[in-house]
């Protein structure tokens, strides 16, 4: 059941796709026309194949993304784009489509796809023209405000790197100290271990009053989490370090915890924030392989690195810095995740009709 004045009506009736195009070889220049894959914008050319505003989603490689192209542009062969809107808004459309499933219409066999076809015969709730720039207008404003968190997080993650850079190598010397940075080596101030195995009776896929420590791993994803256990083999204000595949990604762990598979922990031996050395081994320390094979990192190998060790005090306000600079981002980051969350439920109830905005 649609909403009063809506119309059930398939997608053919509402627009019309067509395959993208070549890019002949002879005119491959630049230019300011954007080339629209079926991953965004990948590229500019001289020349444009269709005029703007358009709306492309990919038709092989990844599939279900929408984008709405302001200016003429060139679609290429891999993507699907509207050449009809059919006296329909063309934002509006480009939101409509974005909350199909495509992956349900690709093909089964061979190299995933989506065929045109099939795409015209779904049915889509469709509101009169007037509410449908209504709509476009309100998720428009939601999609402004999430681009410019995306704008704020970049300036303030180029701002931290810069201060970073400055602070690590103390070409900017914090006010109060002006002691001088004494060299050692990594095993000098940290015990170097590798993570082992793990009690799997007494381990949980979530964290509860019994399985209250986390469980890190070699993995990048999600900081390296793999679930929580019962029990803790390492101190908090340690430091893990990624040791095979993508090396030398270090994570300061404010908590005890249990490491497992090759991933290298770091023990501070003597006073040390895990804070700072964290931070200098992410963008200090460009660890060379000796070995052959799968690239990765071993306790002795690690331990020969040098880098320059400041009073401890130096070193928590050097950290205090750049975590207050972290938690700026994070709260950043998490009001843009909101906004997120916000479109999504806002897009349920404004392209269902079950929110009606006129």
């Known amino acids: 059941m649609v909403a009063n004045g809506w119309k059930e009506i398939s997608l053919g009736e509402v627009l019309t796709l067509q395959r993208g195009f070549d890019l002949p070889n002879k005119k491959r220049q630049s230019g300011n026309v954007p080339v629209v894959s079926s991953s965004g914008i990948s590229g500019k050319h001289f020349e444009a194949k269709v005029a703007g505003p358009g709306v492309v989603t990919g038709r ?46 690709s093909d ?10 099939d795409l015209h015969q779904i049915i889509v709730p469709l509101p009169p023209l007037s509410e449908q720039l209504a709509i476009a207008s309100a998720l428009s404003d939601v999609d402004d405000l999430i681009t410019s968190f995306d704008k704020l997080i970049a300036k303030k993650r180029d ?13 900017t010397c914090l006010q109060g100290f002006s002691s ?59 430091i893990t370090v990624t040791a095979r595949g993508t090396l030398g990604v270090a994570n300061f762990r ?18 040390a ?12 320390i460009d660890f060379v392989v000796e070995s052959t094979g799968v690239p990765q990192l071993t306790a ?28 700026e981002i994070a709260a950043l980051e998490q009001k843009r995740e909101k906004t997120c969350s916000l479109k999504q439920g806002m897009m349920q109830e404004l392209l269902t009709g079950k929110t009606r905005l006129i």
């Open 300 to 327: 002795p190998q690690i331990s020969k690195y040098k880098l320059p060790v400041p009073p401890f005090p130096e070193q928590q306000a050097v950290a205090a810095v750049l975590s207050d600079m972290d938690a």
């Open 254 to 271: 404010n908590q005890n915890f249990t490491a497992i598979g090759r991933v290298l922990v770091l023990e501070p031996s003597i006073m």
């Open 159 to 171: 701002i931290k790197q810069a201060t970073m850079q400055q602070l690590l190598t103390r070409k």
């Open 180 to 238: 001088k940075w004494e060299m050692k080596k990594l095993g000098d101030v940290f015990n170097v271990t590798a993570g082992g195995d793990f009690d799997p009776y007494r381990s949980s896929s979530i964290q509860d009053e019994v399985h209250c420590y986390p469980i890190y791993s070699n993995a990048l994803s999600n900081k390296g989490l793999y679930g929580f256990c019962s029990y803790s083999d390492h101190q908090a204000g340690s």
């Open 108 to 117: 089964k066999s061979g190299v995933p796809g989506v065929n045109r076809n």
């Open 60 to 105: 092989y490689g990844t599939i279900g993304q929408v984008f709405f192209i302001k200016e003429d542009f060139w679609p290429l062969n891999t993507t699907l784009f509207v050449k009809e809107f059919k006296h329909n808004d063309p934002l509006f459309l480009s939101f409509l489509l974005s909350r199909i499933d495509f992956k349900t219409y």
């Open 273 to 284: 924030d895990g804070r700072f050395f964290s931070e200098f081994i992410n963008n200090q």
